[in-house]
T-cell receptor, first 110, second 116 residues
Framework: NAGVTQTPKFQVLKTGQSMTLQCAQDMNHEYMSWYRQDPGMGLRLIHYSVGAGITDQGEVPNGYNVSRSTTEDFPLRLLSAAPSQTSVYFC?????????FGQGTRLTVV | GENVEQHPSTLSVQEGDSAVIKCTYSDSASNYFPWYKQELGKRPQLIIDIRSNVGEKKDQRIAVTLNKTAKHFSLHITETQPEDSAVYFCAASKLPYGGSQGNLIFGKGTKLSVKP
C-alpha cells in the first residue's frame, strides 16, 4: 500500500516550458487535490476533484490545468511555466476527514 | 470564502514545557479542523483532528480544543520533546453530510522549536 505517490521529486524548468506533475493514490479515495507551498504562505489549494471526471478550481488556479480520468490519478499540468510558479507542490487524497499527502515536488522555474 | 489565521508564526519552548498554537476561522459553516505536522523537507502529516460536535480531543501529549462561538481552535502539546520541533499547520473544512472531504483551507503555519 503506497498511499499517495508523486513524481518527479525535483524539477527545473525554463520559463515558457510545460510539464505535468504526476499524482497517484491506491486508497480508492474520491477526493484529490493539489496544493502549492511557499515560505510563509502555508498550503494553498490549486485545484481539486471530488471524483473521476469532476474537477474544480481552488484558491490559486491560474497557470495550471488538471484532469481526473480515473479515481487513482490526478495529474497537474503547468501550461507555460513562470518564475512565480517556483514552489513545492503537494498532491493529497482523502475520503472522510484528514488528507494524506504525497512526498512533494520541488519545482524551480528559471 | 474561508480564511484561517494562525498564531504565533514562531514558537520556542524548553523541553518539557507546554506549547499552544491558536487558529481562528471565518466561516461559521466549517465543521472539521485538522492539525498537520511538517518536518523539514517532508510532507505534512495529520496528527489530530476535531469535528464541530466535539469541544476537545486528546491523543497522548497532544490535544485540540474548539470554541465554535468564538470561531477558534487550539493545539496543545504537553511535555514537549526535541522531536516535536517542526512546522504545524491548522486547517478548516466543511464536510458535507456523508463525509466526503471538503476543501482544506490552511493557516500559514507555526514553526515550533523545542530546546533540549
Amino acid at each position: 500500500n503506497a498511499g499517495v505517490t508523486q513524481t518527479p521529486k525535483f524539477q527545473v524548468l525554463k520559463t515558457g516550458q510545460s510539464m505535468t506533475l504526476q499524482c497517484a493514490q491506491d486508497m480508492n479515495h474520491e477526493y484529490m487535490s493539489w496544493y502549492r507551498q511557499d515560505p510563509g504562505m502555508g498550503l494553498r489549494l490549486i485545484h481539486y476533484s471530488v471524483g473521476a471526471g469532476i474537477t474544480d478550481q481552488g484558491e490559486v488556479p491560474n497557470g495550471y490545468n488538471v484532469s481526473r480520468s480515473t479515481t487513482e490519478d490526478f495529474p497537474l499540468r503547468l501550461l507555460s511555466a513562470a518564475p512565480s510558479q517556483t514552489s513545492v507542490y503537494f498532491c493529497a487524497s482523502s475520503k472522510a476527514g484528514g488528507a494524506f499527502f504525497g512526498q512533494g515536488t520541488r519545482l524551480t522555474v528559471v | 470564502g474561508e480564511n484561517v489565521e494562525q498564531h504565533p508564526s514562531t514558537l520556542s519552548v524548553q523541553e518539557g514545557d507546554s506549547a499552544v498554537i491558536k487558529c481562528t476561522y471565518s466561516d461559521s459553516a466549517s465543521n472539521y479542523f485538522p492539525w498537520y505536522k511538517q518536518e523539514l523537507g517532508k510532507r505534512p502529516q495529520l496528527i489530530i483532528d476535531i469535528r464541530s460536535n466535539v469541544g476537545e480531543k486528546k491523543d497522548q501529549r497532544i490535544a485540540v480544543t474548539l470554541n465554535k462561538t468564538a470561531k477558534h481552535f487550539s493545539l496543545h502539546i504537553t511535555e514537549t520533546q526535541p522531536e516535536d520541533s517542526a512546522v504545524y499547520f491548522c486547517a478548516a473544512s466543511k464536510l458535507p453530510y456523508g463525509g466526503s472531504q471538503g476543501n482544506l483551507i490552511f493557516g500559514k503555519g507555526t514553526k515550533l522549536s523545542v530546546k533540549p
